[in-house]
């Protein structure tokens, strides 16, 4: 009986070649695309999911109720870690993490690292494999670092190092460091990469900020004893909190902050370690968003949907050729469950070849959508088994499901309708149009989003940022000659070179460098009796001038020399609350005012999805820049370019140059919304191909059925425009209904998602109507080629068909 049912299958599927074919792209790109989307998810909710104790790690977040409202930080002063652990209990390790990119020097090798800076009980919190050497206390010795094992070739060229020494640059000296072990390389799915990891206590800066509360300039993380509750720690950190931040309370409430709704100022909150890569500070406040990957499984899952729909409408569809089969199967004696199998066995057949096919269809392509969608996720996470059950449970729901309900509707026909070739009384042209809406409904939103989305990218990319973008490179001063000194070098080195306007730098880079390293600092101090926080920039005198940024009061720096004064924004003069800024005196260090020399107009200086902050420019040879800035002319921006990494070669010859134009920069800030993007317009475009699939099949098949009817029409004088009105408009009502529906939804949808940025594009009714649109000419194009060869057909031929 089952081979006889596998042959009747086979053969109706042979029969109907264009059907099945249909079906089986159809359904095989669906697969493809959900697999490939479903893996980038997994990807993306992995992060820091490979910790055995991640449960009880957690990134101690720091919040204050402000006048101007809650406000969030992660940086903590040197003092914070070692003082929490000996004071609030419950702690069973604790580790500082500093990021900090450092030059690295062996022999003649000059290479810029990413070093973190930790104390001992990172590598007994966290699960970073050690490959060779001490794999219980790496970290016990101050002067003992571990590398991995890409830092290890690239430094030494070898792995087999254990007990080498060799230098890092620190505050310009180079001090020597011995290598204790050698650790795995650092996976994709962390957000506590380094290259080599060394203790906290040999950063630069410890020794003058060790006692500091003041300074805060490093993240925290805590990992917890077993039984102790994150909310339990909170509270008992409470007193904690009081005694050493009693001044900063005092402050706050000085200033006419409000308390929380527990009636207090400052609180220490965690965050668990599998929330810190979703985690943002928003409105002051710590919010933690999955969107991205759960918008990729909706994507994945609305693809499949799509699929499926078109299966179960040409299935329907399809269901009205073999109305005699059934009912002389019928008559013969087989069962509603015969039939049942029948069908549905015809439908697991299609389903176990498309799924055979997208299998095939993801390894394939894997690479290219790696590239595209900027992830790194592999082959082997095929093989996890929470992706296989899950990949699994998906297939045996849409078969038994998607394959089961057309069976299930033909098998129930009863024989004497079968045998008249009666259809209507199953409901089923109400199904095929609620599913048809839901279908375009889908597209229709994908397209708005899509719309949308590249026009916020277009806006971001266009808007006017307040800086030359488009002439100012920036590059990494990662050498071994003292920063401020290369910038002075350069400008010796480019001088009278046309193509070079201006040379300068900052502790802090513009966008997103080609290094992939961003900063910020942040200082308090008192002005007249009250709080003030700015934002601060150690820059060159000739910085305002190399970025283009216009004043609007006072004067620049005029020299190298003129340190004693600052330059502010005009976000910062409004916080000073000064009614003339040039006459204020900051002091920004203890018993050291400093008189503001300047005011510049406020430029956009952090990413479009935040407002425009106080920041603060000073100069000062101590503290030092870590980026140059050239300014080149326009007409020769290539040459320029050139000029500058020639220059940069002869000077430090050992340190590489990447360097990089500020709109590069900026464009790379918009990494996460262009892969957004990406997604969703293919999302998009593969949701118009799948639904025009499914509209084309079925455009024939109502064409097949209504073949005598059109042929009527021709005779009595019909014309081929009324006639291919008639077979379109019922398609095209469908794909009106379903604009209806989708456009509130996906102006829903898209105002929440644009009240992320500060600065967004406005929602115009045109984003819809175009998609509606796209939608409705698609749909035109589709079946319109085939309504049209019908209503021209020879009705005598039409009228002969039985």
Same mark, same amino acid.
């Given at each position: 009986?089952?081979?006889?049912?596998?042959?009747?299958?086979?053969?109706?599927?042979?029969?109907?070649?264009?059907n099945?074919?249909?079906?089986?792209?159809?359904?095989?790109?669906?697969?493809a695309?959900?697999?490939?989307?479903?893996?980038?998810?997994?990807?993306?909710?992995?992060?820091?999911?490979?910790?055995?104790?991640?449960?009880?790690?957690?990134?101690?977040?720091?919040?204050?109720?402000?006048?101007k409202?809650?406000?969030?930080?992660?940086?903590?002063?040197?003092?914070?870690?070692?003082?929490?652990?000996?004071?609030?209990?419950?702690?069973?390790?604790?580790?500082?993490?500093?990021?900090?990119?450092?030059?690295?020097?062996?022999?003649?090798k000059?290479?810029?690292?990413?070093?973190?800076?930790?104390?001992?009980?990172?590598?007994?919190m966290?699960?970073?494999?050690?490959?060779?050497?001490?794999?219980?206390?790496?970290?016990?010795?101050?002067?003992?670092?571990?590398?991995?094992?890409?830092?290890?070739?690239?430094?030494?060229?070898?792995?087999?190092?254990?007990?080498?020494?060799?230098?890092?640059?620190?505050?310009?000296?180079?001090?020597?460091?011995?290598?204790?072990?050698?650790?795995?390389?650092v996976?994709?799915?962390?957000?506590?990469?380094?290259?080599?990891?060394?203790?906290?206590?040999?950063?630069?800066?410890?020794l003058?900020?060790?006692?500091?509360?003041?300074?805060?300039?490093?993240?925290?993380?805590v990992?917890?004893?077993?039984?102790?509750t994150?909310?339990?720690?909170?509270?008992?950190?409470?007193?904690?909190?009081?005694?050493?931040?009693?001044?900063?309370?005092?402050?706050?409430?000085?200033?006419g902050?409000?308390?929380?709704?527990?009636?207090?100022?400052?609180?220490l909150?965690?965050?668990?370690?599998?929330?810190?890569?979703?985690?943002?500070?928003?409105?002051?406040?710590?919010?933690?968003?999955?969107?991205?990957?759960?918008?990729i499984?909706?994507?994945?899952?609305?693809?499949?949907?799509?699929?499926c729909?078109?299966?179960?409408?040409?299935s329907?569809?399809k269901?009205?050729k073999?109305?005699?089969?059934?009912?002389?199967?019928?008559?013969?004696?087989?069962?509603?469950?015969?039939?049942?199998?029948?069908?549905?066995?015809?439908?697991?057949?299609v389903?176990?070849?498309?799924i055979?096919?997208?299998?095939?269809?993801?390894?394939?392509?894997?690479?290219?959508?790696?590239?595209?969608?900027?992830?790194?996720?592999?082959?082997?996470?095929?093989?996890?088994?929470?992706?296989?059950?899950?990949?699994?449970?998906?297939?045996?729901?849409?078969?038994?499901?998607?394959?089961?309900?057309?069976?299930?509707?033909?098998?129930?026909?009863?024989?004497?309708?079968s045998?008249?070739?009666?259809?209507?009384?199953?409901?089923?042209?109400?199904?095929?149009?609620?599913?048809?809406?839901?279908?375009?409904?889908?597209?229709?939103?994908?397209?708005?989003?899509?719309?949308?989305?590249?026009?916020?990218i277009?806006?971001?990319?266009n808007?006017?940022?307040?800086?030359?973008?488009?002439?100012?490179?920036?590059?990494?001063?990662?050498?071994?000659?003292?920063?401020?000194?290369?910038?002075?070098?350069?400008?010796?080195?480019?001088?009278?070179?046309?193509?070079?306007?201006?040379?300068?730098?900052?502790?802090?880079?513009?966008?997103?460098?080609?290094?992939?390293?961003?900063?910020?600092?942040?200082?308090?101090?008192?002005?007249?009796?009250?709080?003030?926080?700015?934002?601060?920039?150690?820059?060159?005198?000739?910085?305002?001038k190399?970025l283009g940024?216009?004043?609007?009061? !006072?004067?620049?720096?005029?020299?190298?020399?003129?340190?004693?004064?600052?330059?502010?924004?005009?976000?910062?003069?409004?916080?000073?609350?000064?009614?003339?800024?040039?006459?204020?005196?900051?002091?920004?260090?203890?018993?050291?005012?400093?008189?503001?020399?300047?005011?510049?107009?406020?430029?956009?200086?952090?990413?479009?999805?935040?407002?425009?902050?106080?920041?603060t420019?000073?100069?000062?040879?101590?503290?030092g820049?870590?980026?140059?800035?050239?300014?080149?002319?326009?007409?020769?921006?290539?040459n320029?370019?050139?000029?500058?990494?020639?220059?940069?070669k002869?000077?430090?010859p050992?340190?590489?140059?990447?360097?990089?134009?500020?709109?590069?920069?900026v464009?790379?800030?918009?990494?996460?919304?262009?892969?957004?993007?990406?997604?969703?317009?293919?999302?998009?475009?593969?949701?118009?191909?799948?639904?025009?699939? !499914?509209?084309?099949?079925?455009?024939?098949?109502?064409?097949?059925?209504?073949?005598?009817?059109?042929?009527?029409?021709?005779?009595?004088?019909?014309?081929?425009?009324?006639?291919?009105?008639?077979?379109?408009?019922?398609?095209?009502?469908?794909?009106f209904?379903a604009?209806?529906?989708?456009?509130?939804?996906?102006?829903?949808?898209?105002?929440?998602?644009?009240?992320?940025?500060?600065?967004?594009?406005?929602?115009?009714?045109?984003?819809?109507?175009?998609?509606g649109?796209?939608?409705?000419?698609?749909?035109?194009?589709?079946?319109?080629?085939?309504?049209?060869?019908?209503?021209?057909?020879?009705?005598?031929?039409?009228?002969?068909?039985?």
């Amino acid at each position: 009986m089952f081979i006889n049912y596998l042959k009747i299958a086979w053969r109706n599927l042979i029969k109907d070649k264009l059907n099945t074919g249909l079906n089986v792209i159809g359904l095989s790109v669906a697969f493809a695309v959900a697999i490939l989307l479903g893996m980038a998810a997994m990807y993306q909710l992995s992060f820091e999911g490979f910790h055995k104790n991640g449960d009880a790690i957690y990134k101690i977040v720091k919040t204050l109720q402000t006048p101007k409202g809650p406000q969030a930080g992660t940086v903590h002063p040197a003092p914070f870690s070692p003082t929490l652990a000996n004071e609030v209990p419950g702690v069973k390790r604790i580790t500082r993490y500093l990021q900090d990119g450092t030059l690295a020097i062996q022999a003649d090798k000059e290479i810029d690292m990413d070093v973190v800076w930790v104390d001992e009980d990172f590598f007994s919190m966290f699960d970073f494999p050690i490959s060779s050497g001490d794999q219980n206390t790496p970290l016990n010795d101050l002067s003992s670092v571990v590398l991995t094992k890409k830092a290890a070739n690239n430094l030494f060229g070898s792995t087999d190092i254990i007990g080498k020494t060799f230098n890092l640059l620190i505050s310009g000296q180079e001090k020597p460091f011995r290598v204790s072990a050698i650790a795995e390389n650092v996976v994709s799915q962390s957000n506590l990469g380094f290259e080599i990891v060394a203790r906290f206590e040999g950063h630069r800066d410890y020794l003058d900020l060790k006692d500091h509360w003041d300074s805060q300039y490093h993240d925290v993380y805590v990992e917890l004893e077993d039984g102790v509750t994150a909310e339990g720690f909170e509270k008992s950190s409470r007193s904690y909190v009081d005694f050493h931040y009693n001044k900063n309370i005092e402050m706050l409430i000085r200033d006419g902050a409000s308390a929380d709704s527990d009636g207090r100022y400052i609180n220490l909150n965690l965050v668990p370690l599998t929330d810190v890569h979703f985690a943002s500070l928003k409105s002051g406040t710590v919010v933690v968003s999955r969107s991205l990957p759960y918008l990729i499984l909706g994507v994945a899952f609305l693809i499949l949907f799509i699929a499926c729909v078109n299966y179960i409408n040409m299935s329907i569809a399809k269901s009205a050729k073999r109305l005699k089969e059934i009912g002389m199967r019928k008559t013969l004696g087989a069962q509603k469950k015969q039939l049942f199998f029948q069908f549905w066995g015809e439908s697991l057949f299609v389903f176990m070849v498309s799924i055979g096919i997208g299998v095939l269809l993801s390894f394939a392509f894997l690479k290219d959508f790696k590239t595209v969608f900027n992830t790194n996720v592999n082959a082997d996470m095929l093989l996890k088994p929470s992706f296989l059950l899950g990949l699994m449970g998906i297939v045996i729901l849409i078969t038994i499901f998607v394959g089961g309900y057309p069976a299930l509707l033909m098998s129930r026909l009863g024989t004497i309708q079968s045998l008249k070739g009666k259809l209507e009384s199953t409901g089923s042209n109400s199904v095929r149009d609620v599913l048809m809406v839901f279908q375009f409904g889908i597209a229709i939103l994908m397209i708005t989003g899509t719309l949308v989305l590249w026009g916020q990218i277009d806006y971001m990319g266009n808007k006017d940022l307040g800086y030359d973008k488009e002439q100012v490179v920036s590059f990494p001063l990662n050498g071994k000659i003292n920063s401020n000194t290369i910038v002075e070098l350069l400008r010796d080195e480019l001088k009278g070179n046309p193509d070079i306007i201006s040379i300068s730098g900052a502790d802090n880079n513009l966008g997103l460098g080609r290094d992939g390293s961003r900063s910020s600092s942040k200082i308090g101090f008192e002005y007249e009796g009250r709080a003030v926080t700015t934002n601060f920039l150690v820059v060159d005198h000739e910085f305002v001038k190399t970025l283009g940024i216009n004043m609007v009061a !006072g004067r620049n720096f005029e020299s190298a020399a003129d340190s004693l004064g600052v330059v502010i924004n005009e976000a910062m003069a409004k916080e000073l609350g000064a009614e003339d800024p040039l006459t204020a005196q900051l002091e920004i260090n203890d018993g050291v005012y400093y008189p503001v020399l300047g005011v510049v107009k406020d430029y956009n200086f952090n990413d479009l999805d935040r407002a425009i902050e106080p920041i603060t420019f000073y100069i000062s040879r101590e503290w030092g820049i870590t980026y140059g800035y050239v300014k080149v002319a326009p007409n020769n921006m290539a040459n320029a370019f050139t000029a500058l990494e020639n220059a940069w070669k002869k000077l430090e010859p050992n340190a590489e140059f990447l360097g990089s134009f500020l709109d590069e920069n900026v464009d790379r800030t918009f990494k996460r919304e262009k892969t957004t993007a990406k997604m969703i317009t293919s999302g998009s475009v593969l949701a118009i191909i799948l639904s025009c699939m !499914g509209l084309f099949a079925m455009s024939l098949l109502i064409v097949s059925q209504r073949t005598k009817e059109i042929g009527i029409r021709k005779v009595v004088g019909a014309s081929v425009v009324s006639i291919t009105y008639i077979l379109t408009k019922d398609f095209l009502k469908l794909v009106f209904v379903a604009f209806i529906i989708a456009s509130p939804i996906a102006w829903l949808v898209i105002r929440e998602w644009l009240q992320n940025y500060t600065y967004r594009i406005n929602l115009s009714v045109w984003f819809f109507i175009g998609a509606g649109s796209i939608a409705v000419l698609i749909a035109l194009l589709t079946i319109g080629s085939r309504t049209i060869s019908a209503a021209r057909a020879n009705p005598v031929k039409s009228l002969r068909t039985e």
